[in-house]
């Protein structure tokens, strides 16, 4: 029983105890936090003082205990910068003839195949002619008989035998039948369809005894010489380029490249997507190319002789526009300084700068990202010149 009348009396005296710990540990830390302020602003008046003492005595001691950021430096590029756009277009040929059948007929036998070559003049298909040569064979007999017939009548004229009626009636007999085997024969070759140039036979779908009617498209030839690239190109690119400027050309599904030029820029604007047409000869020497395969010709829309430009990479932007860190002199060290610039043109990891740099300035190429105006420098073996 005493115990328990001992805890009951003992507990709240334990509990003020420590509820008020806490308050006088939080004064007791205030007032040793102000007690080292008033330290440490003794401490840094006497280190002032001993360092302005130092350095009235060694020049070199300030620049000695400053804490430097290792940085590459070198100058801005000055010269000539071009600017150029990949524009996609496809293949063609100015030899991309289409073959219609002049006759209407059955397919009797087709020569050649999808992508294989032919030179001109050689024979692709050729169309059921039964009729027709059954009607030349007929002209050819009734022709010979007149033949015979007009030569005996010709002769009996010239001896004065029988009438100018009818040697008249023989002779031209004789050539109106003439006539007709011409054109007959004429006929006759068009059911011979012909290659109209020197190429490859492309989209011929048709099979042998399927007939086709007159004007119906068979095949087509696409010439393996006069390849150009045909390349629609923005609007806002007019004016931009000429004929015969260079272009660079890359063929994606071979991995080739070469080199030519514009050779004809449309003056008409697709109102549907807004574009014109650019059109890119390709050299003779380029084996690979095929109709309507993809190709990359990369235009040049701008160049600048005279142009000051940077890696686009060091080029930052804060509030007040778009700055490159620079290395200026100061107290006999080197820090870093903010230069604003107007930016022009950027292409493969350069831009054109318009305004803002000289060219003479020493830029700030590597570690620019670990400096902020005022920060001393200290140039690495990489810096450039």
């Avoid at 033949?147 to 004789?174: M, S």
């Avoid at 290659?195 to 005894?209: E, F, R, Y």
Wanted: include cysteine.
């Amino acid at each position: 029983m005493k115990i328990q009348i001992l805890a009951t009396l003992l507990i709240p005296t334990i509990i003020g105890i420590y509820s008020c710990a806490p308050q006088e540990d939080l004064e007791g830390k205030k007032a040793k936090l102000a007690s080292l302020r008033e330290e440490a602003v003794k401490i840094q008046g006497e280190i002032g003082a001993l360092e302005k003492e130092i350095i009235e005595l060694d020049t070199n001691f300030l620049a000695s205990q400053r804490n430097y950021t290792l940085v590459s430096i070198g100058q801005a590029n000055k010269g000539k910068f071009i600017h150029k756009v990949d524009v996609r277009g496809t293949v063609a040929s100015k030899n991309n003839i289409l073959v219609s059948s002049k006759v209407m007929g059955s397919i009797m036998s087709i020569k050649k195949e999808n992508g294989e070559s032919v030179r001109e003049g050689d024979i692709v298909m050729t169309i059921d002619a039964t009729i027709l040569q059954n009607n030349i064979a007929e002209v050819q007999a009734q022709l010979e008989l007149a033949i015979t017939l007009f030569e005996k009548q010709k002769a009996l004229w010239d001896q004065e035998i029988g009438t100018e009626v009818q040697y008249l009636q023989a002779k031209t007999n004789k050539e109106t039948l003439e006539k007709r085997l011409s054109t007959l024969r004429a006929q006759l070759k068009d059911y011979y369809i012909k290659a109209p140039a020197d190429g490859q036979v492309n989209n011929l779908d048709m099979k042998i005894g399927e007939t086709v009617a007159m004007g119906t498209p068979v095949f087509r030839v696409v010439g393996t010489s006069q390849m150009y690239i045909q390349a629609s190109v923005s609007e806002r690119y007019i004016g931009k380029f000429k004929i015969g400027d260079s272009v660079d050309i890359e063929f994606p599904s071979t991995n080739e490249s070469t080199s030519s030029t514009i050779s004809a820029i449309g003056r008409v604007i697709n109102d549907e997507n807004r574009t014109f047409v650019v059109e890119v000869d390709i050299p003779e020497n380029v084996n690979l190319a095929r109709a309507n395969q993809v190709a990359v010709a990369t235009l040049t829309d701008y160049s600048n002789d005279k142009a000051i430009t940077v890696p686009t990479k060091i080029i930052q932007f804060d509030n007040l526009g778009n700055f490159i860190f620079v290395a200026e002199k100061a107290e006999n060290s080197l820090v870093a300084e903010k230069k604003y610039v107007t930016t022009g043109k950027s292409f493969r990891g350069k831009t054109e700068i318009v305004s803002g740099l000289t060219g003479k300035e020493q830029i700030i190429l590597e570690g620019y990202r670990d400096v902020s105006k005022g920060t001393f420098l200290k140039s690495s073996d990489l810096a450039k010149s």
